[in-house]
């Protein structure tokens, strides 16, 4: 019981430095996820935070999420368990994973769903990236009225978080829509 009490909390430690780092060094998240035996991962919610911290890792490091199954375990258990901000962040990668897979009508479907999570969460810049995200699908769907929309809102809330970097970013993704 202690070998597997101490291993369960080496994999918290490292999950929880994993989510630390996540925005900052995503390749150190990344790495730190890889590090992880998953056969250590014992409950559903371990398991789940796991499948959401990775889907988080490899989108935060540019890589395309190839298959739904990275992301399956948080979306069957955050469907009804954990806080908001759990389903908003499990509503928003999973929408990220179905549009990685080619699947943009699921995405969008998703991305709304984190955006009802999202209203509320005080989260203001993860708000801001649910609806860049949005109008990026909207785009890709040539609904050019929709796309400005919601990259217009994106902006409101990148300037309410005092993120000048992401209000740049989507102020230039505005202009050229």
């Known amino acids: 019981a202690l070998v597997t009490s101490c291993g369960d909390r080496g994999t918290v430690w490292i999950m929880n430095s994993a989510e630390n780092v996540m925005w900052t060094r995503p390749d150190s998240a990344l790495a730190a996820l890889k590090s992880i035996d998953t056969l250590s991962l014992k409950t559903k919610a371990q398991r ?33 368990h954990g806080s908001n901000d759990d389903k908003m962040k499990m509503y928003f990668y999973l929408g990220t994973a179905q549009y990685d897979t080619g699947d943009p009508e699921s995405a969008i479907a998703s991305y709304i769903r984190a ?46 978080a005092k993120d000048s970097f992401r209000l740049w970013n989507t102020t230039g993704l505005l202009a050229n829509r």
């Not at 395309?64 to 009804?80: C, F, G, H, M, S």
């Not at 609806?131 to 994106?154: F, G, P, T």
């Open 48 to 80: 789940a935070r796991y499948s959401l911290l990775y889907t988080m890792a490899l989108d935060r490091n540019h890589l395309t999420i190839q298959d739904l199954r990275v992301i399956k375990p948080a979306a069957i258990y955050y469907e009804n």
């Open 115 to 160: 955006k009802e999570y999202s209203s509320r969460s005080d989260n203001l810049v993860f708000r801001g990236i649910i609806s860049s995200s949005i109008s990026d699908v909207y785009l890709w769907n040539n609904n050019n009225s929709e796309s400005i929309l919601y990259c217009k809102e994106a902006c409101d809330y990148f300037v309410q």
